[in-house]
């Protein structure tokens, strides 16, 4: 008789290009979306290379979602965000926070901007959500 592993599940909280409609949410496909609206607290800045970053913080909001996704997926998210470890040179570092919906508050790994990288020619994003700052954009674009 065979032995079952369960795979490991880790709650995920998407922000930017993961979000359900952009361009990389391929890669969420098959993951559990357990709140499709719900936030964290941060900071978020436009890159200006068409992705933002979440910089923590305890003064403002993040707009995201949370996903469920196994140890394959998270290691997929893993590379797209090149997080390779901690105490590495990340594009962005992977950390736990607490995250509120409207069921209740979660702890789910964030990928943020690395406390050694310089955000200050970034653009803060005001409200908070990448999807409301992307239309925005292109409404004052004309």
């Avoid at 979602?65 to 998270?74: F, G, M, R, S, T």
């Avoid at 406390?115 to 959500?129: H, P």
């Amino acid at each position: 008789m065979g032995v079952m592993v369960m795979e490991k599940r880790h709650h995920v909280f998407v922000y930017g290009t993961l979000r359900k409609d952009d361009r990389n949410h391929k890669l969420l496909k098959d993951a559990v979306c357990i709140a499709s609206h719900c936030f964290t607290e941060g900071r978020l800045f436009d890159s200006h290379q068409g992705y933002p970053f979440l910089v923590q913080s305890t003064d403002s909001r993040v707009v995201g979602e949370l996903y469920i996704v196994d140890d394959a997926q998270l290691s997929d998210l893993d590379g797209l965000e090149d997080y390779n470890g901690v105490g590495k040179d990340n594009l962005y570092n992977r950390v736990e926070q607490v995250i509120h919906t409207g069921t209740g508050d979660f702890l789910a790994f964030v990928y943020v901007l690395p406390e050694s990288k310089n955000f200050k020619n970034m653009k803060l994003i005001e409200s908070g959500d990448w999807f409301l700052y992307q239309k925005n954009q292109k409404t004052s674009l004309g």
